[in-house]
């Protein structure tokens, strides 16, 4: 879905560091931890909410109940 705004446990906004993962993990090519350290996510609560993140809204998407068929 939509990655959460904040942590669950610490409340730490995290949603805008989901990009900047991607793009570490794709560029750079650094494994998980070596992405999660350069973002400067040391308490292992907010590591946890950008780890366990599924994007899943473009495949949502496809499932539009309102969109018309003509």
Same mark, same amino acid.
């Given at each position: 879905?939509?990655?959460?705004?904040?942590?669950?446990?610490?409340?730490?906004?995290?949603?805008?560091?989901?990009?900047?993962?991607?793009?570490?993990?794709?560029?750079?090519? $650094? #494994?998980?931890?070596?992405?999660? =350290? +350069? @973002?400067?996510?040391?308490?292992?609560?907010?590591?946890?909410?950008? $780890? #366990?993140?599924?994007?899943?809204? =473009? +495949? @949502?998407?496809?499932?539009?109940?309102?969109?018309?068929?003509?």
């Amino acid at each position: 879905m939509i990655i959460p705004i904040r942590c669950f446990t610490c409340g730490k906004v995290v949603a805008h560091l989901w990009n900047d993962y991607l793009a570490l993990l794709e560029k750079q090519e $650094l #494994t998980t931890g070596q992405a999660l =350290d +350069k @973002l400067k996510l040391d308490r292992y609560c907010c590591r946890r909410m950008i $780890l #366990t993140h599924v994007d899943l809204i =473009d +495949k @949502l998407l496809n499932y539009n109940i309102y969109k018309t068929t003509v």
